[in-house]
């Protein structure tokens, strides 16, 4: 099993910045991309923001984040970080990690999320 832990979320205003960490434990070995995902008000799907391989921490972030969005993985802190700057309103929602072991297809480990709620 893999255990992710998200924090850093909040209450900001609209062009101010927050860093969402997710930490990692547990079976880490089986661990090979973990991301980050939005959930938005109201609604039930999650929505793909950012991830990042283990293997070369390769980044992919979500074309309408690029330039406001970065993602980052300390592994020695088993530890992976979303950096957001200049926050829009419509960027309030809950954050969640996640990551994949290999052979799963999916994402099949998720933290229990973190809200961030952007004020104008």
């Known amino acids: 099993q893999v255990q992710l832990v998200e924090s850093g979320g909040g209450l900001v205003q609209a062009g101010g910045s927050l860093r969402l960490s997710c930490a990692a434990s547990g079976r880490l070995f089986v661990v090979y991309i973990m991301g980050w995902f939005l959930q938005f008000p109201g609604k039930d799907d999650r929505e793909f923001v950012a991830t990042i391989r283990h293997s070369d921490n390769g980044p992919t972030i979500a074309d309408l984040l690029k330039g406001r969005f970065t993602i980052t993985r300390d592994s020695a802190k088993n530890t992976v970080y979303l950096q957001m700057n200049n926050l829009k309103p419509e960027d309030t929602a809950i954050y969640y990690c996640?990551?994949?072991?290999?052979?799963?297809?999916?994402?099949?480990?998720w933290g229990q999320g973190t809200q961030v709620t952007v004020s104008s």
């Open positions: 996640a990551a994949a072991s290999d052979g799963a297809g999916q994402y099949n480990y």
